[in-house]
């Protein structure tokens, strides 16, 4: 005489979903919230202006003595 096996349990049934969500729910995790970018550095404020002022009231900084550029 022939018997039925017993009915598989939930877990053996649905264990293939749980990790497969799991694995999924891992993945995003780490996809979006330590991807490893650099963090953002704060601004630095920039000079007001690069080119040197002039020694004398008056005088272009690009101007030698004799009024010829350098």
């Not at 349990?9 to 995790?29: C, D, E, P, Q, S």
């Not at 550095?41 to 007001?48: A, E």
Request: proline share 16%; aromatic share 6%.
């Amino acid at each position: 005489m022939l018997t039925e096996p017993p009915t598989p349990t939930w877990w053996k049934v649905n264990r293939h979903k749980v990790f497969g969500a799991t694995g999924l729910l891992i993945g995003y995790l780490i996809g979006t919230h330590l991807h490893g970018g650099p963090e953002q550095q704060p601004d630095t404020p920039r000079p007001g202006h690069t080119t040197p002022a002039p020694d004398k009231p008056g005088e272009h900084p690009t101007r030698t003595a004799h009024g010829l550029a350098a």
